[in-house]
């Protein structure tokens, strides 16, 4: 299985502006998926790639942008998968981080951890996915290292190893000190980038250092990283892998220092596929049976189709072009004749595809997030949810003839998982739940943009939902009593719409018997 161990399926986490489109930009461009030639064009070329990103995402609404990023260096399959960028967290950005194996979180120099970098980090550590830290713009004014690795590891309560440590920030940036390799690299040309200059030294005493360094800088260096390499715990493979230790690579992805370090250290540290977590239980990579599961659906991708796209994970087992995986609780066989994989922006034609990698499966809507296929139908990957919405609004169509459109509309951004949408029990107006105020703003755009449905958000009488179980005489009981606050879910489940978190408390206190899920696995 050594495609299997050779695979590294990842994401980026960070916070708005902190560098993570450079950074990916960067990746992408020393992992080999981006050719160019010469600074001049490499400017121009970065610069077209972001832009054709931003035109995307312009087009389909801020939820959007390449989902999965795949390239490959010295015999290494990196999978890149991207999370939405802006800053309310959404349940797609959770669900893309359930189908990756670790995770580089990037960080400001000059801002330390953010609020966004830290949602996203809990997530990841609910499921112990292992992070490598980046902390970017050190060519830029920062604060001390020092202050850096400590906010690190005191607020996400981590281990944090520093592998690089960069000579002077901002006007005084040097170059950045390889701590493991012993090695220097040098900024080089007017706009000081790393274009490959490196000095190896015998260590941190090294006379060469202050050959090329100022008095300062080199002074600073030796009296620093001497002291962060025993004031902080060294690199442990295991402790890193459980999720308890992070190491941390200082750099710029704009000047290109600490790249190709962060490339080497996913290819050398990162974890290849992990079992996941299934019912009856965990699958290992090794697996015979192909398995996967759907962790994103992307409608529209293409204006002039209708067609949809499910992100699949693969999870066990050898891919093959044209093979039959079965939806696991609903429907036939599916023949999946055009398989996509990701090489960088193009989509190509997959023959092949191994545990880890992302297949994009063009479907007409039988596939939805959630969703577990598989060769026998045997397995139910588990740890999937959906999340009890935080703000619930009721859609008024502004041209009554809509109905039709608007529910198609609904019930497919539901599908990909960015909407919930509800279907109250009394009254004819859907009402729609979101984990954030931003996608709102998404949704209304999208309904005019890709529906031309003119529609608006009315304040629904309820805050948030929670899906009730139990008895079936004790739920008929508490339905009957409650229906003017009770919907059915896309599948149908029932849903209790309540006025605050409060009244969950206490209609939960007075029906015992009946359970109030805040989430619910697919
Ligand atoms: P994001 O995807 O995380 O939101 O961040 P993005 O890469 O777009 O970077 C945000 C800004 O930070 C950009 O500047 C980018 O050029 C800059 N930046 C990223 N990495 C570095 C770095 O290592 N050093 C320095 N000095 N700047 C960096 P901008 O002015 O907003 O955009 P642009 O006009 O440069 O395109």
């Known amino acids: 299985m050594t495609q299997t161990q050779d695979r590294r399926t990842f994401a980026i986490i960070s916070h708005p502006d902190a560098g993570k489109t450079t950074l990916t930009e960067k990746l992408l461009y020393f992992g080999g998926a981006i050719h160019l030639a010469g600074e001049v064009k490499a400017r121009g070329q970065a610069r077209r790639a972001r832009s ?183 690199f442990d493979a295991t402790a890193y892998r459980n999720g308890d230790l992070t190491p941390v690579y200082f750099g710029s992805a ?73 939806p696991t609780g609903h429907g036939k066989p599916i023949a999946i004749h055009s398989p996509i994989l990701f090489f960088a922006q193009d989509r190509e034609i997959a023959d092949e595809a191994f545990p880890g990698d992302i297949i994009g499966i063009p479907n007409h809507g039988t596939l939805r997030v959630g969703d577990t296929m598989s060769e026998k139908g045997s397995v139910r990957f588990t740890g999937l949810p959906n999340f009890a919405p935080e703000i619930l609004r009721r859609v008024a169509l502004k041209d009554p003839t809509k109905t039709k459109q608007l529910r198609k509309a609904l019930d497919d951004m539901a599908e990909e998982g960015v909407t919930q949408v509800f279907y109250p029990e009394i009254g004819a107006n859907l009402v729609i739940g979101v984990v954030g105020q931003l996608q709102l703003d998404v949704l209304i755009s999208r309904l005019e943009a890709e529906y031309k449905v003119a529609a608006g958000l009315e304040m629904a009488p309820f805050e948030t939902a929670r899906w009730v179980t139990g008895d079936p005489a004790k739920l008929k009981e508490f339905t009957d009593i409650n229906r003017a606050a009770m919907a059915k879910d896309r599948d149908g489940n029932p849903v209790f719409m309540a006025k605050s978190a409060w009244e969950v408390g206490y209609v939960s206190e007075r029906y015992p018997d009946v359970k109030f899920a805040a989430t619910r696995e697919r």
Not at 257 to 281: K, W
Not at 304 to 319: E, K, P, Q, V
Request: aromatic content about 8%; glycine content about 8%.
């Open 52 to 234: 054709d990103w931003m035109k995307i995402e312009q087009q389909r609404g801020i939820s959007v942008t390449s989902s999965v990023m795949t390239f490959e260096r010295e015999g290494i399959t990196f999978n890149l998968l991207d999370t939405p960028g802006h800053e309310d967290f959404s349940e797609d950005t959770y669900r893309t981080l359930t189908a990756v194996d670790s995770a580089v979180m990037v960080i400001d120099v000059a801002k330390g951890i953010e609020s966004q970098t830290r949602k996203l980090f809990e997530v990841c550590r609910l499921r112990s996915v292992p992070i490598i830290t980046f902390v970017n713009k050190v060519d830029r004014e920062g604060r001390e290292n020092f202050e850096t690795l400590d906010e690190i590891a005191d607020l996400l309560a981590l281990d944090v190893t520093p592998m690089t440590w960069p000579v002077g920030l901002g006007g005084q940036f040097e170059g950045v000190y390889d701590l493991v390799g012993n090695r220097l690299l040098l900024p080089e040309g007017p706009s000081r980038e790393f274009q490959g200059k490196v000095i190896q030294t015998t260590g941190l005493d090294d006379p060469k250092l202050d050959e090329v360094l100022s008095a300062d800088g080199v002074a600073k260096l030796r009296e620093d990283a001497e002291l962060a390499m025993v004031g902080y715990a060294p």
């Open 254 to 326: 704009l000047k290109q220092f600490g790249v190709d370090a962060l490339i080497g250290a996913l290819a050398e540290h990162a974890p290849p596929p992990r079992p996941q977590p299934a019912e009856p239980e965990p699958v290992a990579p090794t697996r015979d049976e192909v398995t996967g599961f759907v962790f994103k659906v992307q409608a529209n991708m293409d204006p002039n189709h209708r067609d949809r796209i499910a992100f699949m994970r693969l999870c066990s087992g050898t891919f093959k072009r044209g093979m039959k995986l079965t």
